[in-house]
């Protein structure tokens, strides 16, 4: 199995080595998809649950009009259709933002390793309960959160998520998508979307350009939108070697929200 699948369970606490082997001995049937694919539908299968092994890839919903919104991104590692009740919602879609791999296992063998090793069903479960968790985030921030909050957050969380994988380098990480994948996200418009990066490299707090996210300032960064790592982690702290910390409310410093138009980097300040 994906070393990344176990590094994603391996959030929730360390696996022993009988467990790791065990994960590693499950079979699979990969398979290659191109970027800008849509999963095929037909593919799914109720005896069968698939696993991203590599590159990106998001839940997305569009409206009459065209309009798109990205409904969860999928990094390495990540179960798509964890459940049989998963298999492809006819309320959403998957698709591809890069050229990824996926690795389809056996429903029944998953489910015997749950049996067998305690700890890898924890496991599972955690990862259906922190995408639960991801999702309440993303509607908080939609909802509550200003552009500059919520693009703060959602570099927090993509930056948290892929240095708990081993994908940061030097506060470096590969994030393969286009700003229109971020805007789509964060429901707001990819001008708009410019604008909030633009601000954020002003300040020194991070760099999103040419499909690289590097973070100069993660404290600063998660106190200006009050991220807290604990719901990628199942409610738990997150392990000590990630460059994150739980902030303090009081020292949270928010914008100040502003009913008017956004037209210059300083006004994004105040939203």
């Not at 199995?1 to 079979?27: D, N, P, V, W, Y």
């Not at 390495?76 to 890069?98: C, E, K, N, Q, V």
């Not at 927090?156 to 590969?174: I, K, N, P, W």
């Not at 990819?190 to 973070?215: C, G, S, W, Y």
Request: proline fraction near 5%; hydrophobic fraction near 40%.
């Amino acid at each position: 199995m994906s070393r990344m699948l176990i590094l994603q369970l391996e959030r929730f606490g360390r696996l022993s080595s009988e467990e790791k082997l065990a994960l590693t001995g499950a079979a699979s049937r990969p398979r290659y998809l191109g970027r800008r694919l849509e999963l095929p539908r037909e593919e799914g299968r109720r005896d069968l649950t698939n696993v991203l092994l590599a590159g990106f890839a998001c839940r997305y919903a569009v409206l009459p009009s065209g309009r798109r919104q990205i409904l969860a991104y999928l990094l390495p590692g990540d179960f798509f259709d964890r459940l049989a009740t998963d298999l492809f919602f006819s309320d959403h879609s998957i698709g591809t933002l890069s050229a990824v791999n996926v690795g389809s296992y056996a429903r029944e063998e998953l489910v015997c390793l749950g049996r067998r090793f305690p700890r890898i069903a924890r496991a599972f479960e955690l990862t259906g309960a922190v995408e639960q968790a991801t999702l309440r985030q993303w509607l908080l921030s939609v909802g509550h959160r200003h552009a500059l909050e919520r693009t703060a957050h959602l570099l927090c969380e993509l930056f948290t998520r892929l240095f708990s994988l081993g994908l940061v380098h030097d506060g470096v990480c590969e994030i393969p998508m286009r700003q229109t994948d971020v805007a789509d996200a964060l429901a707001i418009s990819p001008v708009h979307l410019n604008r909030v990066l633009m601000e954020i490299r002003r300040r020194k707090l991070a760099t999103f350009v040419d499909h690289q996210l590097l973070m100069e300032d993660f404290r600063a960064l998660q106190l200006l939108c009050g991220f807290e790592p604990q719901y990628l982690f199942g409610g738990s702290l997150p392990p000590d070697h990630l460059p994150i910390s739980v902030a303090d409310d009081r020292d949270i410093q928010r914008p100040v929200e502003s009913s008017g138009p956004i037209t210059s980097p300083a006004e994004l300040s105040r939203r």
